[in-house]
């Protein structure tokens, strides 16, 4: 049986690049954020794979019935993707996060799944997360770069970080803890240590990204459209340059219980 494992977190943490990594293990195959898909009924033309969706040997039964799909729920359709995988994998990724439409999702998931669910929780500084949030609203044209659309995200990054840990309380042998700094700084020893946890008996290989033609990410960052090797991976440490005084006590006064917790001084 296919385990379904569900990055959870808040958006801009690096879950793009969590996943990507993943795949370097035959073992693991990669479906993007699968709430996305539910909520834009499909509307990107090409999957990570490089087929169009209806090409796709994983997207590609779903679309074939329109109907099909808007009768699903996120839930139902990560478990419609793990029974068409037939035991192909031995993990199925859903990197839908818990941010306000998914804060239920491991919930549900691991109630329908029992034993083949893991949560794997991702946090980030939130101050990073904040003013990534802020930038990719100027740059939509949306909101400015304000202290208010700074402090928006920190309360989305403490709810969602919340959810995480409520789950991880409830169900303890159903989660997992990493940092989007120790996979930057370390991905050889996160990796490594992460899907041995996951699949024991496995090796995480760093030379075999993008070899297995295991990704199938719709949605997500545009990093799912790249070519990543290790070489290339560096922690964004951008919002130390850049954010202002004013957004980091903000974002730091919203999030404090949870940004101690985790370390973020």
Sequence with gaps: MTKLVYIGGYGHSGSTLLEYLLTASP????????????RQHGRKGRCTCGRRIKRCPVWGPVF?????LDGMTHESLTQALMSQDGSEHAILVDSSKTAWRALLSPFR??????????????????????????KKAGRRGSQPRTPLRCA??????????????????????????????DLARSPDEVMGDLLAKLVP??????????????????????????????????????????????HRRLVSAVTAPLRRRYGYT
């Design 27 to 38: 073992d693991v195959i990669a479906c993007g954020e699968v709430a996305s898909v539910v």
């Design 64 to 68: 074939a019935a329109s109907a099909r």
């Design 109 to 134: 998931l691991v109630r329908r799944l029992k034993h083949d669910f893991h949560l794997l929780h991702l946090v980030r500084d939130p101050r990073a997360v904040s003013w990534a949030a802020a």
């Design 152 to 181: 928006l995200a920190a309360l989305g990054w403490s709810v969602a970080n919340l959810a995480c840990e409520l789950f991880g309380r409830r169900y303890p042998k159903h989660y997992l803890r990493i940092s989007y700094e």
């Design 201 to 246: 008996g496995s090796r995480w290989r760093p030379e075999e990204l993008g070899r297995h033609h295991n990704r199938h990410q719709l949605y997500g960052n545009r990093m799912r459209s790249e070519s990543l090797s290790l070489a290339k991976v560096k922690e964004d440490v951008a919002w130390m340059r850049e954010m202002p005084r004013r």
